[in-house]
């Protein structure tokens, strides 16, 4: 039986029920560096077609990141990052509805991506990289997305620690939601994500997506980004990421069985294929709608 928690989720004036059944965000990289997929979108051309197909294939909300965050990844000018994203976002948005999602920590960024017609702002610092991300996501009124990381990404993953993680990780984005709502993001505008793979160490992401229920608690939907990342490969013996699909799958599944609403993916029609069937399961009831 499905006991997820229903929402819906406000992005601008575009509004996403979460809960009825697992949400896919695709992820588009137009990035150089990115640790899967860079270089394979820094066309726009491509990247656009990748987006389109992605919609084709079941994506709720296209993600689109023009700064590899990665461990060791170095930092990248706005302008470079605007360059990067802005009229990919112009070029989707003309063709599809599609919710799009911008993946940046800067503020100059979210706001040109939100012009060009994002609906969403995915911060993995969680407002905490540029102090006016705060004030964009106030003015536009667009949905949010704060991640929970540890340190830079030239350093989160020089020997991460936790006390215990589960509860530390859901007290830290519950601050952050209390600071986005006491500058006037509304609570319904916010999902949060528990940043695997962040600063985190194999057993950390483990006992992270272990604890999906109790991250559930703390009143915000969940988002989780697990795919293809190296804590898979670590477990499988997968070096190549490209390589990690099944285990991405075996994890999205886990995900969505726990309760998580939103997961952001590379492999949307695969994983749509097992949401669906995970939800049907869910639902204790067959549905061909």
Known sequence: MNRRKTHTWICRDRLLRLGERTRVMGILNVTPDSFSDGGNFSDPSAAVDRALEMVAQGADIIDIGGESTRPGAMPISAAEEIGRTVSVIEKIRAQTPVLISIDTMKAEVALRALEAGADIINDVSAFAADEGMVGVAEQTQAGVILMHKKGSSQTMQDYPNYGNVVPEVGNY?????????????????IVVDPGIGFGKTVEHNLELLRGLPELATYGSPVLVGASRKNFIGQILGRDNPAERGAGSLGVAAWAAMQGVHILRVHDVIDTCDACRLVDTLLAGEHSCS
Do not use: M
């Open 173 to 189: 984005l519950k601050t952050r939601v209390e600071f986005a709502v006491a500058h006037g993001v509304a609570r319904d505008r």
